[in-house]
């Protein structure tokens, strides 16, 4: 194969228009397809916005690719003149004996992400605009926010050179687009929820009014006996509110996105145990979208197991959109033969039954 082979990449979500865009700097000619677009309605990389945060319990590869990975937002964002990043920290509301965040300091130290506890007379000093009940530690995270998800599947794709709307699927051995051949050296299936190795399931997501002047407030994340996070800003879409245990089996093809009755009860329930002002919110918008769930919530990224010259990514699990920047650059050196698979992402790894809950992707 030549140093710099032609590729195709199917799924222009932020794992694959990174690889694309990874690769096409590395002078490889690239061809980036998608079935309805990047960013779109069906895609897990789809929807307004996403979090992005360092801890990730004693995890260390994650840590360090949120490192990696917000530089490149960042850079990226400067380089093409588009907001991708809203840096307003990000506020972890954690149970009594929760070990989520202290297992993760050393690590966040290590990569150069800032944490501090702060006191609950503090927290609630410093944020009146929550409640506190039944929190025992808060910490906030100095580097976390959120990233704009569509616009930035769109820019990336666009600094890739562009993707072909087209459906691609795998026959046999060989690989087709729109019914016609797809000739390249290599291919690359980041397609998400559609991928045989991941289960998808349902996520229902809701968007509040707030009082107007209301200010913004950071991300939020609560981690405790169901894990709950919040959005405030979101480009002014209102206040967003998910629940993120883990819903029914979804297809993400033909499945209807309407948001049910018990889920949003059960989020205007914690609305107005965190925040008070709240509880009678109008709701504005809601969604439903999916989670690409591996079976221990970690990434996927290895060689596909019938063909020698196609590579998977994907297992975002909820967690994965942030990670896009540094997942691309692996997946790169992979396919060009500088890396090898890591063995926590590996195809092939052992790993248990599907969980509810994820000890890595248990929250976006």
Known sequence: MSSFPHVAVVGAGAFGG?????????GCRVTLLDAWGPGNARASSGGETRILRG?????????????????????????????????????????????????????????GLAVAGIGLDEARRRFPEIGFEGIDRVWFEENAGYLMARRACRAVAEAAGGYRQALVSVQGDRVLADGSPLEADVYVFACGPWLKEVRPTRQEVFFFGTPPGWRELPVWIESGERFFYGIPGNDHRGFKVADDTRGEPFDPTSGERIPSP????????????????????????????QYENS???????????????????????????KLGPAVGE??????????????LFRLDRPVPVLKTQFTSGGLP
């Open 18 to 26: 990174w690889t694309a865009l990874r690769l096409r700097e590395r």
């Open 295 to 321: 079976p221990d919530g970690h990434l996927l990224i290895g060689r596909h197991p019938e063909l020698p010259n196609a590579w998977i990514v994907g297992g975002g699990s909820g967690h994965g959109f």
């Open 262 to 289: 018990e889920g949003l009860e059960r989020v205007r329930r914690h609305l107005a145990l965190r925040f008070p002002a709240l509880a009678d919110a109008p709701l504005l918008e809601s969604r439903v979208c």
């Open 330 to 343: 692996h997946a790169a050196a992979l396919v060009l033969g500088e890396a090898e698979p890591l063995p």
């Open 55 to 111: 801890v990730y319990g004693p995890d260390r590869i994650y840590v360090q690719w949120v490192a990696r990975s917000l530089a490149a937002w960042q850079e990226a964002e400067k380089r093409w003149g588009v907001r991708l990043y809203h840096p307003t920290g990000a506020l972890w509301l954690c149970g009594p004996g929760d070990t989520y965040v202290p297992s993760s300091l050393p690590l966040l130290e290590e990569a």
